[in-house]
């Protein structure tokens, strides 16, 4: 059975839709295919690697079980921040100064690698760089983000703090105690984005096919073999580029990550005056509790947001009422806050919260684990896997290729995550009611 946890193989209603430019209509799969690269898996990762392997002249096959950028590539909140999810002193610490430098310098080049394929592909994917926030509700977030910013600006790198006026302005919201924005940081239409990858790998010669699932991954004699229920293509190399929607294809594979459902919900556009009440710089922002808001406004006015929802369980209705509580406490401004839509995605979480390249056999490399940040990281670690195919040493990738490991607590993970997701909900409802009792109006 494929991926009990997944819902409607059609594309869900999103912000994005609207704008996200016509689906690529592709056909499936069918009859015996030869390349030198086959790629599984039509998200962001699938399709950057996809256009990279075939602007190095290789020939590239890709099968995506949905539609281009049905996952989480098309579903997700769209923040473009230039870092991954650890601050730069632990990458050095678990990378050493020299790889996990590199680690960090490559994530900071994710927001200009976007611009760039955006324009040399002229893909119309609303993307612009207006600065990300990130807002704090405890002091001891305060002190990190300080820490943050001490070792951006000492690299002369455009981030600052934002003391609690400072961030009010900014946000358009007394809540918090402040904040940091970091201007590298960029917000995009996600779908368009990755739609608009897939249109580039066609255009640079990749062969890409919708509603195509990889059933079978098989050695056969020096090559790798992958059966669909119509076909089969035969590959030097495969990549499997499906994160939290890993199925059986690989065996273990799936065991490596356990994938975590998150909302996102879409209000009316909201009146004018209120609209330019809130981020008005047109930032993104998301927050420092455990389960963070993640806020964003739309050009046609639409405040888009999301916060963590339960973690597993068949789609339901999520909890709009308590989201709305959320925001409305955040943003009194708003009033009586209706939405047009919500839809929910998996994204792939893991003991260390990071992204992994799984060696799984020679010539079969994995890559998953995003844990919510991937838009900008999966176009990198895509192109990482292209110059693995174009001859690229293991030992020359940003991302070293690691063995996959196994959650060993895999089997018991949908009620250990719900747990730890309402033992977050209980430690954040406890400081944000610190947080209400100690904030007064920001003189
Ligand atoms: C709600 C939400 C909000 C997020 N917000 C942000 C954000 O603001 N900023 C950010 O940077 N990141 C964010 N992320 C994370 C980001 O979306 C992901 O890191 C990124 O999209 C992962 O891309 P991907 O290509 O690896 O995987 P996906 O886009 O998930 O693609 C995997 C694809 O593999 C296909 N597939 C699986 N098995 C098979 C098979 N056997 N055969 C064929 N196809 C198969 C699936 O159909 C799917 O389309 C968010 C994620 C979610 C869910």
New binding site residues.
């Given amino acids: 059975m494929h991926l009990p946890l997944h819902d409607d193989p059609r594309p869900p209603q999103t912000t994005y839709t609207a704008g996200g430019g016509k689906p690529l209509g592709l056909g499936s799969l069918s009859g015996a295919h030869r390349c030198d690269v086959a790629i ?7 399709c950057s690697a996809a256009l990279h392997a075939a602007e190095a002249g290789a020939r590239v096959v890709l ?4 539609q281009i950028g ?4 098309g ?7 230039p870092a991954t999810k650890h601050d730069p002193d632990q990458v050095i610490a678990r990378y050493g100064a020299e790889a996990g430098q590199r680690l960090i310098d490559a994530a900071e080049q994710g927001p200009p690698l976007l611009a760039e394929l955006i324009e040399r592909h002229r893909i119309d994917c609303d993307y612009s760089v207006p600065g990300i926030i990130m807002a704090a509700h405890t002091e001891a977030a305060m002190r990190a983000n300080e820490k943050r910013v001490a070792y951006w600006q000492a690299r002369g790198r455009p981030v600052e703090l934002l003391d609690r006026r400072q961030a009010a302005e900014m946000i358009g919201s007394e809540y918090y105690l402040g904040g940091w924005i970091d201007r590298r940081g960029g917000k995009i239409n ?1 779908l368009a984005y990755v739609r608009g990858l897939a249109r580039a790998a066609i255009e640079a010669g990749a062969s890409l096919h919708e509603a ?3 059933t079978r991954l098989a050695r056969n004699g020096g090559k790798w073999r992958l059966t669909t229920s119509q076909g089969e293509v035969e590959a030097d190399r495969v990549f499997l ?7 059986d ?1 690989w065996p273990g594979l799936r065991a490596t990550i356990v994938p975590v459902r ?1 909302y ?1 919900f879409a209000s009316r556009p909201l009146r004018d005056n209120v609209r330019k009440s809130i981020l008005p710089g047109g930032q993104p922002m998301t927050d420092s509790r455990r389960l963070l808001s ?1 806020i964003r406004i739309h050009g046609d006015g639409r405040l888009q947001f ?1 916060g963590q929802g339960p973690a597993f369980g068949p789609q339901g209705a999520p909890h709009w009422r308590a989201t709305r509580a959320r925001l409305e406490r955040i943003f009194p401004q708003l009033g009586n806050l209706e939405t047009d839509f919500w839809w ?4 792939a979480m893991n003991a260390d919260n990071s992204w992994h390249i799984h060696e799984l056999a020679p010539g079969l490399l994995a ?2 684990g ?1 844990n ?7 176009t990198l670690w895509g192109r990482e896997l292209a110059r693995h195919a174009a001859g690229a040493p293991a030992r020359d990738f940003v991302l070293p290729p690691s063995q996959p490991r196994r959650l060993w607590l895999h089997p018991v993970a949908r009620p250990l995550v719900s747990a730890l997701i309402q033992y977050y909900a209980l430690r954040d409802a406890i400081e944000i009611r610190r947080l209400e009792r100690q904030v007064r109006p920001v003189p």
């Fill in positions: 599984v898996g039509g998200g962001i990762a699938g099968l995506e079980a949905h049905w996952g989480a590539s579903r997700n909140a769209g923040h473009v921040p996600p195509t699932r990889a580029c499906t994160n939290a929607y890993t199925d294809l998150a996102q993640g999301g929910t995605g998996f994204m890559m998953l995003c919510g940040r991937g838009v900008a990281l999966a």
